[in-house]
């Protein structure tokens, strides 16, 4: 009887002191928003080095949340670098790398098969609303889209801006690289790119001068209307991606140039983005990350970004092509500071599942690491190992400080270069960032250490069907 008397005066006490400190939103569960760059280098923030582009906004992301400075897309390049962020499992197990060709075209016939989990369908499972608004690039027909893959609502353009264009203006240049590499064709009509609002489009060209804008400004509009159920959104801009374009309030604010006026402008929506988690009292509640999905694309000299200190860019295996700036936001939750542990955008898969308590999948394997305890209680992360592919081949491994390549290749757009390496390259990439100093020759136990990693890692390995090959015909 005492035994019950106490557990009223428990759950009374309990119910009172909810009432005492109303919580607005989402029944306490965390909501998600990941703002996905494209083709940001490493060193393109200021809060990540970069002198002349200011990003005021993500720079007081950095103060208030976590910087990560050891932080890995889940490949090299767009299609299979965000199959990779929305399963939680490197893409060569779901098809979505190949070595016919890099990413999805216009002209593909597939996209991210429907019996891979993304992460929008995950949290369905704990009643989140889910929303993907931006870049897609897993699929542009109707059944690869956003809506088909677990996702409440989307709008965006649903591959690279600098697809689509028409074949008299290619014609008329000389070809791709004669369009997007000269600035002046960065015209409207150049791109016939679509948009795409759920499953039906809606613009077309897309105007992109706006682009960058229309995206935050549909994130916000979204939070505001959806403040009183846990979100997840997840936020791709197709920019800096080239061709650069930037609206009529941002072009020519930057000393960086277009490049940076881009950035900025994103910087700028994130800006608007947190003031609106704040307006509505979301934002002791809600997470937000920022990362980008591969390197700087440095072909395209100026208009492409930089990787800082790092070596190389989009499209290899060298930390340049793969190493991200990101940001983890969640104030009142995350201890401040810099993190240089390893963290993936694979391990986003794990970590929303571990906070929304949804259990993860049983029935495939994931390669996803469960960040919260680093992110919230300053323990040691648990990731140790990357794997570096291109396309669905390893090329080189990280173990702790070290990274060995077995094999190097050129940045995207300027193929070539591929060499084998035996004995691999060695780097300690935490002495070492720029990977300048093979130390392969003094360390034979770290190299014996890494051959039985990639060993046991490619005798499990299934590879799914490749679902980038198939493309024209139709
Ligand atoms: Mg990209």
Redesign the pocket.
């Known amino acids: 009887m005492r035994y019950v008397s106490i557990c009223i005066f428990l759950i009374l006490l309990s119910t009172l002191s909810c009432e005492s400190t109303p919580e607005k939103s989402s029944d306490s569960k965390t909501n998600f928003i990941i703002i996905f760059a494209?083709?940001l280098g490493y060193g393109d923030l200021s809060s990540f080095g970069h002198p002349t582009i200011k990003t005021p906004n993500l720079d007081r992301m950095v103060a208030e949340g976590q910087k990560w400075t050891n932080f890995y897309a889940g490949a090299s390049?767009?299609t299979p670098?965000r199959a990779a962020l929305l399963t939680g499992r490197l893409p060569i197990r779901s098809g979505m790398s190949s070595n016919k060709q890099r990413v999805l075209f216009p002209d593909s016939h597939h996209g991210l098969p429907s019996q891979e989990i993304t992460l929008a369908e995950q949290l369905k499972i704990a009643n989140y609303t889910t929303v993907c608004i931006g870049k897609w690039h897993l699929g542009h027909k109707e059944a690869y889209l956003p809506l088909q893959h677990g996702f409440d609502y989307y709008f965006g353009i649903p591959y690279?801006n600098d697809m689509d264009i028409p074949d008299a203006i290619l014609k008329e240049k000389g070809g791709y690289w004669e369009v997007v590499s000269d600035p002046k064709n960065n015209l409207i009509e150049n791109f016939q790119v679509p948009l795409i609002q759920n499953n039906t489009e809606i613009e077309r060209p897309a105007n992109q001068n706006n682009i960058t804008q229309r995206y935050s400004d549909e994130t916000v509009k979204f939070i505001k209307s959806n403040k009183d159920k846990p979100f997840f959104i997840y936020l791709a801009h197709n920019l800096p991606?080239i061709p650069l374009f930037a609206s009529e309030e941002a072009l020519g604010k930057s000393s960086r140039g277009i490049y940076g006026d881009v950035v900025e402008e994103i910087d700028h929506g994130i800006g608007k983005i947190i003031q609106a988690l704040k307006e509505e009292g979301l934002d002791k509640n809600t997470l937000v990350v920022f990362t980008?999905?591969?390197g700087p694309?440095t072909a395209f000299n100026d208009q492409g970004g930089s990787a800082g200190l790092l070596r190389a860019g989009?499209g290899t295996t060298w930390e340049g092509g793969m190493r991200e700036p990101t940001v983890f936001w969640a104030p009142g939750k995350i201890a401040p500071g810099i993190v240089d542990q390893l963290g993936s955008t694979l391990d986003l898969f794990h970590t929303f599942s571990t906070l929304a308590g949804v259990p993860l999948p049983d029935d495939r394997i994931l390669d996803s690491y469960d960040l919260s305890p680093l992110l919230f209680e300053n323990q040691n992360a648990k990731r140790n190992q990357f794997f570096y592919y291109r396309g669905t081949d390893l090329y080189a491994v990280r173990l702790g400080d070290f990274k060995a390549h077995y094999i190097t290749q050129g940045e995207y757009g300027l193929y070539g270069g591929k060499e084998i390496h035996n004995p691999p390259l060695l780097y300690n990439l935490n002495h070492d960032p720029s990977e300048e100093y093979n130390i392969a020759d003094q360390h034979p136990e770290v190299l014996e250490a890494m051959n039985k990693l990639v060993a046991a890692h490619q005798e499990k390995m299934v590879m799914g069907e490749d679902q980038l090959k198939d493309r024209g015909g139709e």
């Open positions: 494209d083709d390049v767009c670098s690279s991606h980008s999905d591969n694309w989009k």
